[in-house]
């Protein structure tokens, strides 16, 4: 069996986060933008943001200490076009 020299099929990156966000914090104006969930948002109890989510509301109560603070922040992973089992035909996407 003869095997074809190609491209790698998978590759995996790693990024590491907290030097960017030590960057987004150095400067004035993401460091504003990145406490707006605390200090701009309205609130009249229409699900606008992801802070007025009850999962938000349950990481604060869970965790008050975590919670007061808001400069801590709260990552999401999204997955928009995974392709877990290699199903190239399924119908819809993770």
Request: net charge positive; glycine share 6%; proline share 7%.
């Amino acid at each position: 069996m003869t095997w074809k020299r190609g491209p790698l099929t998978k590759v995996l990156w790693y990024l590491p986060i907290i030097p960017r966000l030590k960057r987004f914090y150095a400067n004035v104006n993401d460091a504003k933008s990145l406490t707006w969930h605390a200090n701009g948002r309205k609130c009249d109890g229409l699900l606008r943001h992801a802070a007025d989510s009850p999962q938000w509301k349950k990481i604060n109560f869970l965790y008050p200490k975590f919670g007061s603070d808001p400069r801590n922040l709260r990552l999401g992973l999204a997955t928009d076009g995974m392709n877990p089992y290699s199903n190239l035909s399924s119908k819809h996407s993770s």
